[in-house]
């Protein structure tokens, strides 16, 4: 009887604590990436990492200085041409393979800060979040994450985190059957360096320019609703419009409407513009990102971000002129 | 570490490593510490070479260059207790030249969009190319390729370039920025 007892007793506490600890990973795994999302705004750090998106291997240097709230970054290739690139605040500038600025332009604020981070239990609603086994990456303790796709709209994602400050020491981006689309793994880090404190300011008349890049359309803002020429009828589970802006010179004179979506980690640009001659048709990636144009109503339209080609085209296929 | 493993570091900073080999390697850079700082030496090596090293360098980054070519095998360092910033600010100032990101759309112009108005192509006009996503044709159209080139890099610029406050992406976004090959 005695002995019946126990075996009932354990059975219970067996299935009792099996769901236990799927639901702490899941909780662990969505503290780690509240920490992620911190530790990208706060942490200084310098380090050397490869980077690898199916088109060859890169070697890149990264340092980044934050300080009471203001955050500078600077990258550059060492391997093969030179390029790098300086950020502080709003300003980017982007350098060309003879170390000269190429441009010099106002990034408009994206709207993710918005969307993230407190959102991450709607995050959950596309991905499983799942802690995985520790691991080791430039020589520091990291905690391994599985951020999977729920469905085929999306990619999955892996990350290491630093176990003592969060930081992103490795990032793998896997298509629906595993196969890694793009990877950054750090080599080398220094975590924690000195201040920027005396660095000079970004100069506000250092050769700011059209981009040659951008052809102008760097400049950018919000439209209100009634200023919406074109509307999104069918989007990906899980995506939702985080952004309604306008490219070019100015509000009137604007060379595209610009429609951005995210499901809270993957994000996608739709980009719709008077038709030239010049028409775009078809689809392409390089890398993890996808695009696909057409032409619409007398419009180009292009679309392009780092989900799979059928999310894509799904977005593309359900833009609409907005009927006044 | 193995004979084989440096022949295989070696045969990846040179890209000359299949995609196995590579997952490999990278798993193994990934765990090894020694691996790593063989991977920077050998790059260093390598690039100081190909005589590919940026123009401009600051003192730190040649020390070590010049460390790792004279008494190989040197660990590299980490910078915690010596910062320098990369060649910061000094360019701010000068003009501009040139297009530093304009190559990351080539491969996916030549690969994989057509341009030109809709209905039949001209033959003369058509040329085709094998893609990671099939064989492709490329229409030109009276459009110069590399007008299309610059077209393609400003959507994908301007769609990095706000993805940069993205908190989630940490500094994934910048990468992209600045990766690009000449051709694929």
Redesign the interface.
Known sequence: MFVRFHAIAAVCVYLLACPFPAVSSETEAREW?AR??AA??RISF???F????????????????AEGGRET???????????????SGDD??????????????R????P??RV??DDLQQLEASYRLTLENP?????RACQTLSITARDEFRYSYRV?LDLETAM?L??DLLDSEGQ?L????F????????S?AN??P??ES??R?P?????G??DAGPLSEDEWRWRADELPPGFRKI?HMW?GPDKRGMHAE?L?F?D??A?V?A?IEPQA???????????P?N?W?D?VAGHQI?V??DVPMRAIEMIGAGLTPVER | MSEQANEQISAMVDEEIDPGARSFVLRRMAEEQDCCARWGRYHLISEALKNNLPRQIDPAFSERLRAAIETVPVPVTTMEDNVRPLRRFSRWMRPAAGIGIAASVAAMVLLGFQDGPSGPPDESTVAEAAGPTGTVTVVRSGSPEDVMKRRFDRYVTLHNGLLIDNPMRGYVPYVRLVDHRSEP
Not at chain 1, 182 to 185: D, P, Y
Not at chain 1, 211 to 215: H, I, K, M, N, Q
């Open positions: 990436i992620m999302v990208a705004k310098q380090g050397s490869v980077y690898d998106n199916g088109q060859g291997l890169t070697t890149m240097r990264i340092v980044q200085f970054q600077e990258l550059e290739v060492l391997n093969g041409e030179y390029r790098g690139l300086m950020r980017l500038l982007i350098y060309s393979e003879d170390g000269q600025p190429v441009n010099y332009d990034f408009h604020k994206a993710f800060a993230l981070p691991d080791r990456v430039a020589g290491w992103l490795q990032f890694v793009e990877k950054l793994l080599t080398e880090v220094g975590i924690g360096v000195s920027l660095a000079p970004v100069p250092a050769s320019r981009s040659p890049v951008s052809g359309m760097l952004a490219h610009h951005m995210s809270g980690l994000s640009s980009y001659d010049d028409t775009m048709r078809g689809h392409s990636r390089i890398g990102v695009a144009a032409a292009v392009v971000g």
